[in-house]
């Protein structure tokens, strides 16, 4: 049996992370990112203070948050894996594997943006695609708590009259769809949804080429409809449906995924083969 610690176990991801992994039949040990607070402690989820000494006899430690304990790793001979959403030795770090299981040559791993997973599946989805550009509708659940949380905030003050506070999240999510500078032939809208990020393509084909959708590969279904946040949220599947034109020469292919469920958590296992 895999027996790990999961730092940041109070936070979004961390939750869904023990759930997931003690479901696989893995020995979680729950761990906070620093001391506990009174409501941590007496919470439905019971998490320990980061002690070097607990991670004695694991195999794994994985990161869903900051730490605030320095040095808890320093002595840990065993495996890590980062998914915190920044982190300064990010560039320094080798990305989790796009498929197969942890290769035997790396003790570090960090996790890989959802979006970055979803745009390497594309050859794997449609033959011929010559040219894309699209739309990255964003929820806030990439953010974890802090995304969650400010997003209800701000929606409840807004719905008393009171003029939200925008400093949690860095901008005005409630109500707002908020526009980001493109990255490339994408461009990134945050839209005031709490799960549920929509990718919307438009695909033109290769000269001398048709496009053409191939079967789901594993992880992955295609739809009759183009799939909503909703049906997204609830999904541990990238949800997909193209729209091709008469000629096959262009198209437009939507992609729903939740960037815990799909983007995450499936990773994780498929990475620790569970």
């Known amino acids: ?9 109070q ?83 080798e990305p989790m594997p796009l498929t197969g299981s942890w290769p035997t040559d790396h003790r570090v ?6 979006l970055e997973q979803v745009l390497a599946l594309l050859p794997s989805l449609m033959k011929g695609i010559g040219e894309l550009a699209g739309t990255h509708l964003r929820s806030v659940a990439w953010m974890g708590d802090r995304g969650i949380d400010g997003l209800m905030t701000q ?25 980001v500078a493109a990255r490339g032939s994408l ?11 929509l990718l919307i393509l438009h695909l033109k084909a290769e000269e001398g080429r048709a496009l053409e959708s191939l079967p789901a590969p594993q992880g992955v279904k295609w739809m009759e409809q183009p799939p909503t946040s909703r049906d997204v949220a609830v999904s541990a599947e990238l949800l997909a449906h193209v729209a091709p034109d008469a000629q096959g020469q262009r198209a437009i292919l939507t992609l729903g995924f939740d960037p815990i469920l799909w983007g995450v958590l499936r990773p994780v296992l498929r990475l620790l083969e569970l």
Not at 1 to 9: D, E, F, T, Y
């Open 155 to 179: 929606t409840l003050a807004l719905l008393k009259g009171d003029e939200p506070e925008v400093e949690p999240l860095g901008y005005r999510a409630a109500f707002e769809v908020v526009p």
């Open 109 to 114: 791993l960090r996790g890989r943006p959802a």
């Open 187 to 197: 461009m990134e809208v945050r839209v005031p949804v709490f799960h549920g990020d």
């Open 1 to 9: 049996m895999l027996k790990l610690a999961v730092v940041g176990a």
């Open 11 to 93: 936070t979004l991801l961390g939750r869904e992370l023990v759930k997931a992994l003690e479901d696989r039949e893995a020995s979680v040990l729950p761990l906070s990112t620093g001391a506990l607070s009174p409501e941590q402690e007496e919470g439905d989820l019971v998490v320990f203070a980061p002690e070097p000494a607990l991670l004695e006899g694991l195999d794994l430690v994985i990161l869903a948050a900051d730490l605030e304990a320095p040095g808890l790793l320093e002595a840990f001979q065993g495996r890590i894996l980062d998914l915190r959403e920044t982190h300064e030795t990010d560039a320094k770090l």
